[in-house]
């Protein structure tokens, strides 16, 4: 394998990371600028198609993505893409003032292997080869190799022996929102449309790692993985805790919920030789926002769901019948506990009047129907503004979701117990692979390199912007925007806070995705690092020969 790479693919490495893009700074648009001047210096600024720098409307930090677009011979195309946000540096500690700056880790390396767990052992295991910094390998070295590829095709094409067209992206925001990725899949159709272009796919270079301690794999992807946020009102009854069983306790309800839930690996999707890690909650509560005595009767949760091939509808319908067992079973126990409670009191003959408990499972969907059924739409329409206008300008999506749907279910009049299942932003397409030239390139040059032990998997691990890339045509987009009550359909006037995917967009994109990214460690840790073996010389080579077959 040749190794002229791996100097330019280093130096542009440590010049990205040196520059501060900490999600949601307008450091992401000067690394932004920093990468249309890689791509153009030493006399390369004519040689492109076109080149510059696409804004993201109404971007708070100004932020922009950066694109060149190379015209090959064939309207055949390739989206080389990156993304240029990394997350903050606290995390580094006493070192945060080198988190920036890989020589002034590396000179401070005990420092560095005391505070990053399993350093050391990475560190013997390939001594010398790793930088460190944050953004080393998620993801500033993978767009280090796109631009390094980049260019090469651009010398290339002057000399009229580039045979496909390539596009190179790089974004920002892909750590937060991704907002950079869908305002691309806007500019990847106006290309597509102006220059008759016919694209093979997008090949990412976000990092890749060991799947196991001592994994000497290095790993190539198909596809990607998605994520669903199900959220929970959970509903009891108020009531004195003197008299607890006049009421039900809200978070019982949801204590067993998650119990069910979370880190129940009967709820991971597997397909194929994959599976997903099994959800968690990310953030559970109840509702009071002081101390009394009174039964706590609402509480909310929200649970990651990471996905391999579960759509949203179908996720809803599974999570509703179990809620409905576990509501019930939990309701259950109450009327059990209850009837021995009160054989123990001064009347125990009032056991027979216990009326067992029941509850209602509704979704978002099904409590618009209900509350449309008995107001009209109208009535539903402008509750929804009220509660809308209500809660702040500034209020993160998932409060601003469950302020929604407590103004609706308060306006139902229905009693609880009761559990309404909804869901908040975001949402993460999984993408399974397909079938195409991409992928038989990406196999074959796989095949050519035993050395390497690569290895080709169809899922991407880590919720990335390749997610908006591609969505099953036949996906029941209904089942998942009726459920969000913050969406809002592409084109309309946003309100602040609206929750909106340009589905219909991404469904015309239609790009297989591939991720053949660095090699790294320690991602959004302080001993993050990339094996600059693998990631400055044999990446960009990898990548090259991916589209010397494609061309
Ligand atoms: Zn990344």
């Given amino acids: 394998m040749q190794n002229n790479w791996y100097n330019i693919v280093r130096d542009y490495t440590i010049r990205l990371v040196g520059m501060c893009s900490v999600n949601s700074t307008a450091g992401e648009l000067r690394v932004a600028e920093e990468v249309l001047r890689l791509l153009q210096s030493d006399g390369l600024e004519s040689t492109y198609t076109a080149i510059g720098l696409d804004p993201l409307p109404g971007d708070l930090s100004g932020r922009q993505n950066v694109y060149a677009f190379l015209r090959g011979k064939t309207p055949r195309t390739l989206l080389l893409l990156g993304h240029i946000d990394t997350v903050g540096t606290a995390d580094y500690g006493t070192l945060e003032p080198w ?10 390396q005990d420092i560095l292997a005391a505070l990053a767990p399993g350093l050391d052992e990475d560190l013997a295991a390939h001594p010398g ?71 093979l796919g997008a090949m990412n270079t976000d990092y890749t790692a060991a799947r196991y301690p001592g994994d000497q794999h290095r790993y190539i992807y198909t596809g990607t993985i998605g994520k669903l946020l199900p959220s929970f009102l959970v509903i009891g009854r108020e009531s004195h805790v003197g008299v607890p069983f006049d009421g039900v306790d809200a978070n019982l309800l949801a204590a067993e919920l998650i119990r069910n839930l979370s880190m129940n690996d009967e709820l991971c999707d597997v397909v194929r030789d994959q599976s997903t890690p099994p959800p968690v909650t ?22 990651n769901v990471l996905t391999f091939s579960t759509e949203p509808g179908q996720l809803l319908r599974r999570l509703r019948r179990l809620t409905e067992e576990v509501l019930n079973q939990a309701l259950q126990r109450i009327d059990d506990a209850e009837r021995r409670w009160v054989q123990t009191s001064d009347n125990p003959s009032r056991v027979d009047s216990i009326k067992p408990r029941s509850g209602t499972v509704l979704t ?56 309404v299942i909804y869901y908040s932003p975001p949402y993460y397409p999984h993408v399974a692979a397909t079938p195409c030239a991409l992928l038989d390139a990406v196999h074959t040059v796989a095949e050519t390199h035993p050395e390497l032990q690569l290895v080709v998997q169809e899922y991407y691990p880590y919720i990335s912007d390749m997610s908006y890339l591609r969505l099953d045509p036949g996906l029941d987009v209904t ?63 990898l990548i090259y020969e991916v589209i010397e077959r494609l061309g």
């Fill in 364 to 419: 978002y969907a099904e409590l618009c129907a209900n509350v449309v059924q008995q107001f009209g739409q109208e009535r539903l329409d402008a509750e929804l503004d009220r509660a809308w206008e209500s809660s702040p300008d500034v209020l993160d999506a998932r409060e601003r979701s469950l302020h929604l749907v407590r103004s609706l279910w308060k306006l139902s009049g229905k009693p609880g117990p009761a559990i």
């Fill in 99 to 108: 988190a920036l700056d890989p020589e002034g880790l590396a000179a401070r």
């Fill in 479 to 541: 089942a998942l925007t009726a459920n969000i009550p913050t969406w809002q359909s592409p084109g309309k006037q946003a309100r602040s806070g609206a929750y909106s995917l340009p589905l219909k967009a991404i469904q015309d994109l239609g790009m297989p995705v591939v991720n053949l990214g660095p090699y790294g460690r320690g991602v959004h840790q302080s001993g993050e690092g990339v094996l600059m073996s693998y990631s400055f010389g044999i990446l960009p080579q």
């Fill in 129 to 199: 080869d790793w930088m460190f910094g944050r953004g080393s390998t998620d993801m500033k070295s993978g767009v280090a190799a796109n631009i390094a590829v980049m260019r090469h095709l651009a010398q290339m094409s002057r000399e009229g022996s580039q045979p496909l067209s390539v596009v190179l992206l790089a974004t920002p925001d892909e750590e937060n929102e991704s907002a950079g990725v869908l305002q691309a899949v806007d500019f990847l159709l106006r290309l597509h449309k102006q220059y008759g272009l016919e694209y």
């Fill in 282 to 303: 990310l953030h559970a509560t109840d509702l009071k926002t002081h101390y009394d005595v009174q039964l706590p009767y609402m509480a909310y949760f929200y649970l």
